[in-house]
């Protein structure tokens, strides 16, 4: 059974940075990765996703050019820097994995779930 544990959340003022982490135990070296986030009253949105080798990946149009994706297979963990914060970056941020590869980032496509990290960027 893949575990997901996503930590690095946090407050943080307009244009500065966090870097979340996801840390997966199972087997995970054939999952993809998806980060995603929900705000209150609006709906999951997929941020940014990563292939199980990390030679590919996606991003929302939103963060494109401040988050940043990676992951280190050795460690197990996946990473979402992000850069430039902005209030509507405020969510709930969840990392998930799904077997196989699309740059689509679907959440029904994801079978396993984080429990989640609280980002707010406020002043």
């Known amino acids: 059974q893949l575990q997901l544990v996503e930590s690095g959340g946090g407050l943080v003022q307009p244009g500065g940075s966090l870097r979340l982490s996801c840390v997966a135990s199972?087997?995970?070296?054939?999952?993809?990765i998806g980060w995603f986030r929900q705000a209150p009253g609006k709906e999951r949105e997929g941020v940014s996703c990563i292939s199980s080798s990390g030679g590919q990946t996606n991003y929302a149009d939103s963060v494109k050019g401040r988050f940043t994706i990676s992951r280190d297979n050795a460690k197990n963990t996946v990473y979402l820097q992000m850069n430039s914060l902005k209030p509507e970056d405020t969510a709930v941020y969840y990392c998930?994995?799904?077997?196989?590869?699309?740059?689509?980032?679907?959440?029904?496509?994801?079978?396993?779930w984080g429990q989640g990290t609280q980002v707010t960027v406020s002043t």
């Open positions: 199972g087997f995970t070296l054939t999952y993809a």
């Open positions: 998930a994995a799904k077997i196989g590869w699309n740059n689509a980032m679907y959440s029904r496509e994801y079978a396993y």
